[in-house]
């Protein structure tokens, strides 16, 4: 049984896809200093919440069926510490904090700790959207900041952004039961210090020390703001007709993540001035309840007001982009897509080629007498009652019948 | 966003008075009460109940739903207490708390008066209990049927609600489709009816689109659905059985029966649009308990038999595509009678029939929620499944 369950259960955009990266590729490694990361596949514990949570998530749900209750009793079976990490498990319900606690060992001997890492409000509500909008979404940004703005959060929308970024409400669903020191936040420090993060999420998961790999391999770049106007059109005009498996290789992968987030020199998306003064007062009033709760907290709570306002001249609109930026962008996405139509036909017809050489393999092998010798004999059998009857002996005699369904 | 909602408080750890007449609340659902929530409070602010401690209330949508299934009958305590730790699957606004149990929550979504939620946020939390009743129940018992050494070649193809189940049928009596000189049997009737069966195919298979989005979807993509095109259908099975005279286009679906070489087979009858619609929802909630083709096959073993009863009217194509479906079907018969497909039964039974149904009898109006929620209800309480009243 684990001695030590570290749950991590968010929240999203803080560097997680990176940090369950490090844990997964490190594991072995990790192993070796008692510590378990249990994970076959390097997506198995995002499965898993969804399990839990009973959530469908475009036709991934069918391999989650079960996932939770395995990674749990994978935890139960290790010794030592074991780690568990997925950020949309910041959204679950109170009656599902309470299966995932007790289903790891908690009040059964099992020390369970919570972490969440937490980034400020003025980049997670830009970031909230770009990640909507490279699922499919076509809602604006205006639209978006009315529908969280909504303080009954009945749209999904609203329901979800609070569900995964409402800092107090997460942690009294996960930590209603625990001691505050057994509840670890982990503030994202300001923009200009890379490795300063990692440190953070290293002391909170007592990983100091070891010499682990820590290059990134799955990382979820930004885009700027044409470019993020771009992807939105795209989607309200291709969205019905695109199914959903090409969408994530075609858009969210090939346009999104592999050609457009290298425009790095294009605005970047912000908090619009006139919603910064909103942010942050909730966020200081996050703070001092935080505060007020005793949590351990690594790195620096005030990390969580965000930085000022940007100038309202300086502000680049995602719903009125710079259309210049914006055909731009959609000519490198033309020519990523043109490049990848013209790997395709390449592969194309490397298999016609393939295919074609069966064929002719497959003529030389019809060629051979003994092979046209013995289809002249079936069809002539077929033509006449008496011959069909012969060849159905000979069928069931022979004992594989083609008959059958 | 929260900021001026009250003080600031943790609402695990909150022990108002309030929370006690929550807890009693709780107590009078569980012994099959009645009383809404505000009425409750009014009449028990006041009280004490020092058993609580810290544990944490149901939420509003639970604690609601159990309060209507007491309405409409008498759960089992088992099903009252499945429903009280339940929690809606998928997205959508989560547990959320009593308005007036609880001191105001400076965080977390706002409570709520649970008489002011919507039929469908308790639908939500419905299908979660009905998705693993289905689950629970299994397969009914089938032997294993060997395939009979004289029967007629046949291949069923078409109207996939109709003809799924005539296969599905003909298995069962050891007459598995296919095999050497198999005719096809295109199955179909007037082109409205098949879409609707199209439609209630999707929500005893994978859910899908409700009734106005899938629609409005076929009309977007200015196509019918593969399975109601019998020309395109005919034209697919034509070359691979050996050309036209090996399909027949069956518009009278009680005529299948002969081409497949037997004597009656069932034409399933249509399930109600409400019953469709709860089907649909449960089919959601399905797809994170079982793999599809389970699902599929759960849904038409066990959901559909029991819906199959629920009075009311099928689906009904919205008047503005009427017209577009009548085209439609214009572009169907030529492609049967060009496709030189034997035809039994008339060609002119394609052309879609409206029947003369009230505003109430389309699928997506405005009170079909509360029907939906009453079914699920129904459902629930199904002594069938245990929902019912306690042995």
């Known amino acids: ?405 | 966003m929260n900021a001026d909602r009250g003080a600031t408080t943790d609402i695990s750890r909150s022990s108002t008075a309030n929370t006690a007449a929550a807890w009693l609340w709780v107590d009078h659902l569980r012994g099959g009460g009645t009383t809404p929530w505000a009425a409750w409070l009014a009449a028990a602010r006041d009280a004490d109940d020092p058993r609580r401690g810290d544990r944490l209330l149901p939420g509003a949508q639970q604690l609601e739903l159990v309060r209507r299934l007491n309405e409409a009958g008498r759960p089992a305590a088992a099903l009252v207490e499945r429903v009280l730790v339940a929690s809606a699957p998928g997205r959508g606004r989560q547990d959320l708390e009593l308005l007036g149990a609880v001191e105001p929550l400076a965080f977390g979504p706002p409570p709520i008066d649970p008489a002011t939620l919507s039929a469908d946020d308790l639908v939500r939390v419905a299908v979660g209990l009905i998705a693993e009743d289905v689950v629970g129940a299994g397969d009914p018992p089938r032997e294993p049927v060997k395939a009979r050494r004289w029967r007629t070649r046949y291949r069923i193809a078409g109207d996939r609600w109709l003809a799924d189940a005539m296969r599905t049928e003909l298995v069962a009596q050891g007459r598995p489709p296919g095999g050497r000189g198999a005719v096809a049997a295109v199955v179909g009737t007037d082109l409205a009816t098949m879409v609707a069966h199209d439609w209630l195919a999707s929500c005893f298979s994978d859910g899908g689109a409700d009734w106005t989005d899938y629609c409005a979807g076929m009309r977007r993509r200015d196509r019918l659905p593969r399975r109601v095109d019998l020309a395109a259908t005919a034209g697919r099975w034509a070359p691979e059985l050996g050309g036209p005279d090996q399909v027949r286009v069956v518009l009278d679906p009680a005529r299948v029966a002969k081409v497949v070489g037997v004597r009656r087979l069932v034409v399933l009858p249509d399930v109600a649009a409400d019953a469709a619609e709860l089907a649909r929802r449960t089919a959601g909630a399905l797809g994170i308990l079982v793999t599809p083709p389970r699902r599929t096959e759960l849904m038409r073993t066990v959901l559909r038999p029991r819906l199959a009863g629920v009075p009311g009217p099928r689906p009904v194509v919205p008047p503005e595509h009427r017209e577009w479906l009548e085209e439609q079907a214009r572009l169907v018969q030529r492609g049967i009678r060009a496709g030189g497909y034997p035809v039994v039964g008339d060609l002119d039974a394609l052309r879609p029939r409206w029947p003369d149904l009230p505003a109430h009898g389309l699928a997506a109006d405005d009170r079909q929620p509360d029907r939906v929620l009453s079914l699920a209800l129904s459902l629930l309480l199904d002594p069938a499944t245990g929902g019912g009243v306690d042995p």
């Not at chain 1, 937490?118 to 699922?135: F, G, S, T």
């Open chain 1, 1 to 405: 049984m684990s001695e030590r369950v570290l749950l991590h259960v968010g929240t999203p955009k803080t560097g997680t896809s990176y940090l369950q990266d490090v844990l997964f590729r490190n594991r072995v490694k990790l192993l070796a200093s008692g510590i378990t990361y249990p994970a076959e596949r390097f997506d198995a514990h995002f499965l898993a919440a969804l399990d839990l949570m009973k959530m469908p998530w475009g036709g991934l749900q069918a391999e989650a069926i079960g996932a939770w209750d395995e990674l749990a009793a994978a935890v139960r079976k290790a010794p030592g510490t074991s780690i568990i990490s997925h950020e949309i498990l910041a959204t679950a319900s109170r009656s599902q904090v309470k299966r995932a606690l007790e289903s790891v060992g908690y009040g059964a001997g099992t020390e369970v700790h919570v972490i969440l890492s937490v980034r400020d409000l003025v980049r997670q509500i830009p970031a909230e959207w770009q990640e909507n909008v490279k699922h499919r979404a076509g809602l604006s940004y205006q639209d978006f900041l009315k529908r969280i703005q909504d303080p009954e959060r009945a749209s999904r929308i609203g329901s979800w952004f609070w569900g995964v970024q409402e800092i107090p409400d997460i942690l009294n669903r996960w930590g209603h039961d625990l001691p505050p020191d057994h509840v670890h936040l982990v503030t994202v420090p300001p923009p200009g210090a890379p490795d300063l993060l990692w440190k953070r999420f290293s002391t909170a998961f007592g990983l100091d020390g070891l010499d682990l790999d820590l290059e990134a391999e799955r990382v979820n770049p930004s885009l700027g703001v044409p470019e993020i106007a771009l992807i939105r059109r795209i989607n309200r005009r291709a969205n019905k007709d695109l199914h959903p498996p090409d969408y994530r290789p075609l858009v969210r992968e090939l346009l999104a993540h592999q050609t457009l987030s290298r425009r790095t020199s294009s605005p970047r998306l912000a908090l619009p001035p006139d919603v910064h003064p909103w942010v942050q007062q909730l966020s200081e009033s996050w703070v001092a309840e935080i505060r007020r709760r005793g949590y351990d907290v690594v790195g620096e709570l005030d990390d969580l007001i965000g930085g000022p306002a940007v100038a309202a001249s300086d502000y680049a609109d995602p719903d009125r982009p710079a259309e210049r930026q914006v055909a731009d962008a959609a000519v490198d996405a033309i020519k990523a897509l043109l490049l990848d139509n013209a790997r395709l036909r390449r592969e194309e017809e490397r298999l016609h080629g393939e295919l074609h050489e069966a064929h002719l393999a497959l003529e030389r092998s019809y060629l051979r007498p003994t092979y046209r010798l013995r289809e002249k004999v079936v069809r002539r059998l077929e033509r006449s009652l008496a011959g069909k009857g012969v060849l159905k002996v000979y069928r069931a005699a022979r004992g594989r019948s083609s008959l059958s369904a």
